[in-house]
């Protein structure tokens, strides 16, 4: 896969990420990869944390370090708060840094990235300085309505959870993140769009792992489905080769 045309200068990112030799911009190797993109209150957190449960990844989310940064009174922090509260995007090298520590101590290397990149600077700077390419992009899809219902139902104290800060966060989504999924679709790196409306049914979508391989159910029985049509065509009047969803149904137990 190529790379975005946009220069990442880490002079521009906000904090010096500059490799160097003995820099922890090399990073240990990963297993698998997952960025797990969407607006606010797609859903990102809690896919994530059953994917976690069911299939022990280790969970990065770029806004939950931020707040540990913000609470670790670091001179960054009050910076970052700041931003955070006015639904602004934080510099890339922040983020950066702090994906990078948390990525080098982690022994699970199976990582799912949630909510970075989030704008063609970050792509720029995942790409260039931390060499990171995820293996998919999970895109969660959900209309402005109801991120908005969400949010304002999740009454977890958020300093952002608030209408005009909501507002906010929805342009910036539009305006800078939506491009950063345009940008892996048109790689084809976009595993799936959700809209499925209850949590369970979206984890169960996916399927992941076998080898190092990720394949969500729907693929997965695509290629079920042409296998069979190619090792016994007469049993099904099908043309070999074209697949269908019919007769799946949620909820029943995939082996
Ligand atoms: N598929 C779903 N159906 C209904 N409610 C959901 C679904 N997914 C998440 N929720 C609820 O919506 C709220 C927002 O979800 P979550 O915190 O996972 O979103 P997020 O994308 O991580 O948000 P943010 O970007 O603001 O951190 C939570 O209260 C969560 O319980
Ligand atoms: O890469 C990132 C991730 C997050 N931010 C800031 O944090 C908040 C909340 O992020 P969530 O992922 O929605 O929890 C976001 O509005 C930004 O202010 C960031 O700057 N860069």
Request: with cysteine; charged share 20%; hydrophobic share 35%.
């Amino acid at each position: 896969m190529g790379t975005i045309e946009t220069e990442a200068n880490p002079n521009l990112l906000g904090v010096n990420v500059t490799p160097n030799e003995d820099s922890n911009a090399t990073l240990p190797n990963k297993e698998v990869m997952i960025f797990v993109l969407g607006g606010p209150g797609s859903g990102k957190g809690t896919q994530c944390s059953m994917i976690v449960e069911q299939l022990g990844f280790c969970h990065l989310s770029a806004g939950d370090l931020l707040d540990t940064e913000i609470k670790s009174g670091s001179e960054n922090g009050t910076m970052i708060q700041n931003l955070k509260s006015k639904g602004e995007l934080v510099p890339a090298g922040i983020v950066v840094k702090l994906l990078m520590e948390a990525m080098k101590n982690s022994t699970n290397k199976k990582f799912l990235i949630d909510g970075f990149p989030r704008n063609m600077e970050n792509l720029a700077a995942a790409q260039k300085i931390m060499k990171l390419e995820p293996d998919f992009v999970l895109f969660l899809e959900c209309s402005q309505e109801v991120m908005i219902e969400r949010i304002l139902g999740r009454k977890q104290g958020r300093v952002d959870d608030n209408s005009e800060t909501i507002k906010r966060r929805i342009e910036v989504y539009c305006e800078s993140t939506l491009p950063v999924i345009s940008y892996y679709r048109s790689k084809g790196m976009v595993e799936m769009k959700v809209l499925l409306p209850i949590p369970c049914l979206v984890l169960y979508n996916i399927i992941i792992i076998s080898g190092n391989r990720i394949l969500t159910v729907r693929n997965l029985l695509k290629k079920c489905l042409t296998l069979s049509r190619q090792l016994s065509p007469s049993s099904n009047s099908e043309p070999a080769g074209k697949t269908t969803l019919r007769g799946f149904k949620y909820g029943t137990a995939w082996p």
